[in-house]
């Protein structure tokens, strides 16, 4: 599959226009081509689990949470002091400032078959009005899973990948400075079990459901492992004989997941991105005869104020009044006529001559396909 950029025509835009935020991004058709099973399947139940937590970064220089505002922060200090055998005098609480405190966030992904031991990355996340995590150190942080339980346990030096200066009212920053990534700063408490070894089958589930890759898929596993051995229950799920010791059945995957199985051809689908005007379709899109007028319209208002002055000898008052001058100007519109298309280059070709805007574009794919022209899904995100 190849990605192509179709560039907009300078003569037909004028550079203010064209050179902001508007990215296509093409597939053109290709011959089908030979995928792994891995690449287009996983078994069922191997999976990542989520993990989170809430722990205290320490060691900043001042830019921590505003106690004042943040009160978790410093009651999640005077709970850990408490833990550490420090009790603080009644009422002082309220009167600690914890300049190089923040409260944060901590998340992370364990992996499957993860053991006890074994460490993970994990992302802090500022929860406060902290200014910077740069140089802090989060504390001991229990990660807990959906169900309460503890299965990890995160410290270490958070890494952030930005850097902020401010001096006499003027600051200058690069990236973000509020969340961090701590490598290997979880190490794993528990592991999670799997039913990977369980029955003498197993399921392999779809990346995306097709049944024409279902299909393929079984095929490939009964050609090269024997006739029955997969079956396609439906679009998305492929039930397959597995040996039940578990050394035989690891290299049972292991052979199967390289398996070449050939790709079938998406669904037609046109994805837009309403907020940075990116248009994205795959080599599936076809369009039908249509006809586009596009233009631009201009609405000009004025108003003039009018001052009715009466005569010295009438008994009138002077009347302020406005006249108001409407003018509409419409610059010549383009009329374009596109026949049957069944390339995706001519489609967007077509739409390019238009000399459109990035919200003219999602206005006109949103109206060819209210007129049944767009052979394709269109998908606004």
């Not at 921590?64 to 978790?72: F, K, S, V």
């Not at 400032?97 to 992996?111: D, F, G, M, R, S």
């Not at 990660?143 to 990948?161: K, M, S």
């Not at 302020?320 to 049957?340: A, F, S």
Request: with cysteine; net charge neutral; hydrophobic share 45%.
């Amino acid at each position: 599959m190849k990605v192509v950029f179709a560039p907009p025509l300078a003569h037909r835009m004028a550079a203010s226009r064209w050179l902001g935020v508007m990215l296509v991004a093409l597939c053109t058709a290709l011959p089908a081509q030979a995928l792994r099973i891995k690449e287009v399947a996983a078994v069922q139940g191997v999976r990542t689990n989520q993990l989170t937590g809430y722990g205290l970064v320490v060691g900043l220089d001042g830019t921590g949470d505003q106690t004042t505002q943040m009160p978790y922060t410093t009651q999640a200090m005077q709970n850990y002091l408490q833990q550490m055998g420090i009790t603080l005098p009644a009422g002082s609480t309220g009167q600690l400032q914890l300049k190089n405190v923040a409260a944060v966030i901590v998340t992370a992904q364990l992996p499957a078959f993860a053991q006890p031991g074994q460490t993970i990355d994990v992302n802090v996340s500022s929860m406060g009005n902290s200014k910077s995590l740069k140089g802090g150190m989060l504390m001991v942080t229990p990660l807990r899973g959906a169900d309460g339980e503890i299965y990890a346990l995160a410290q270490g030096n958070v890494v952030i990948g930005g850097a902020g200066a401010a001096q006499g009212g003027s600051k200058v920053q690069i990236n973000h400075l509020s969340a961090g990534r701590i490598p290997q700063g979880a190490q794993v408490e528990r592991s999670v079990p799997t039913p990977l070894n369980e029955g003498n089958t197993i399921t392999l589930g779809l990346n995306s459901s097709d049944f024409q890759t279902a299909r393929r898929v079984a095929q490939v596993i009964n050609a090269r492992m024997g006739s029955g051995r997969a079956t396609a229950l439906d679009g998305r799920t492929v039930q397959v004989q597995a040996p039940i010791d578990p050394g035989a059945r690891v290299a049972f995957l292991a052979d199967l997941e390289d398996l070449p199985v050939e790709a079938s051809t998406p669904s037609a689908k046109v994805v837009i991105n309403a907020r940075t005007g990116s248009i994205v379709m795959n080599q599936a899109v076809t369009l039908g005869p249509c006809a586009i007028a596009h233009g631009n319209l201009s609405i000009s208002i004025s108003s003039t104020p009018v001052i009715s002055q009466p005569n010295a000898l009438s008994q009138g008052q002077t009347v302020v009044t406005e006249k108001t001058d409407i003018k509409i100007t419409q610059e010549p519109g383009i009329l374009i006529k596109m026949p049957d298309s069944p390339q995706l280059a001519d489609v967007v070709r077509s739409l390019n001559q238009l000399g459109a805007t990035p919200q003219d574009l999602l206005a006109i794919l949103q109206a060819i396909k209210a007129a049944g022209a767009l052979n394709a899904e269109l998908e606004v995100i």
